[in-house]
Nanobody
């Protein structure tokens, strides 16, 4: 059974920091690219950051560059999103996403976590 379980969300003041974690199970984690998405009320879900299966390639949304960092630990089947200098506009539900395939002969799958709320407010 595939599971992506996010944790670390909460309420933080502007300028503060949070670290989101996503624990993965039920698939071969090291074969999947991992991403963090977010969705604010009334807005579409957007890609915040992604990291390749081996952790070599990383990308982040322009509006969070220099503030957010994505990392992964393939030995622990986990991916983190460190968020610094948080702004009210970062308020959203943050989702962990996995995309990949178990082998070259298998189809590509995409999995989602249940989301964790991040609220930036004074």
């Amino acid at each position: 059974q595939v599971q992506l379980v996010e944790s670390g969300g909460g309420l933080v003041q502007p300028g503060g920091s949070l670290r989101l974690s996503c624990a993965a199970s039920g698939f071969t984690f090291s074969r999947y690219a991992m991403s963090w998405y977010r969705q604010a009320p009334g807005k579409e879900r957007e890609l915040v950051a992604d990291i390749s299966s081996a952790g070599i390639s990383r990308n982040v949304l322009d509006s969070v560059k220099g503030r957010f960092t994505i990392s992964r630990d393939n030995a622990k089947n986990a991916v983190d999103l460190r968020m610094n200098s948080l702004k009210p506009e970062d308020t959203a539900v943050y989702y962990c996403n996995a995309r990949g395939r178990e082998s070259v002969l298998r189809p590509e799958y995409t999995y989602w976590g249940q989301g964790t709320q991040v609220t930036v407010s004074s």
